[in-house]
Nanobody, 131 residues
């Protein structure tokens, strides 16, 4: 069974940093574009950042540009999100996702920003930011 497992969430003071990780596991896992989304209570799930299968193209929500950095290690099937200068508006459950339908060289630079671009999701990790 293929799974995405997030880690690295927690409680941090405003201005602090966290690094989220998302590890993919499973014999039938197919890599592709990967992304992070977040969902705060009472709000819809929103795009945070995404990276192409090649790792050469990244896309960020305007609200996190300059503060968050996304990277991936395809050899380890792992996605990372470095979050700096966090503020209370960043508090949410963070979900990683992968688009297994666009893996490989044909879509090497494709990046999706929509929830329905992704077909496999992790269970989420909580990020809490105290003011």
């Amino acid at each position: 069974q293929v799974q995405l497992v997030e880690s690295g969430g927690g409680l941090v003071q405003a201005g602090g940093s966290l690094r989220l990780s998302c590890a993919a596991a499973g014999r039938t896992f197919s890599s592709g574009p990967m992304g992070w989304f977040r969902q705060a209570p009472g709000k819809e799930r929103e795009f945070v950042a995404a990276i192409s299968w090649s790792g050469s193209i990244t896309s960020y929500a305007d609200s996190v540009k300059g503060r968050f950095t996304l990277s991936r290690d395809n050899a380890k099937n792992t996605l990372y999100l470095q979050m700096n200068n966090l503020n209370p508006d960043d508090a949410a459950v963070y979900y990683c996702a992968v688009d297994q339908t666009r893996g490989g060289p044909l879509y090497r630079n494709y990046v999706g920003r929509l929830v329905y671009d992704y077909d496999l999701w992790g269970q989420g990790t909580q990020v809490t930011v105290s003011s």
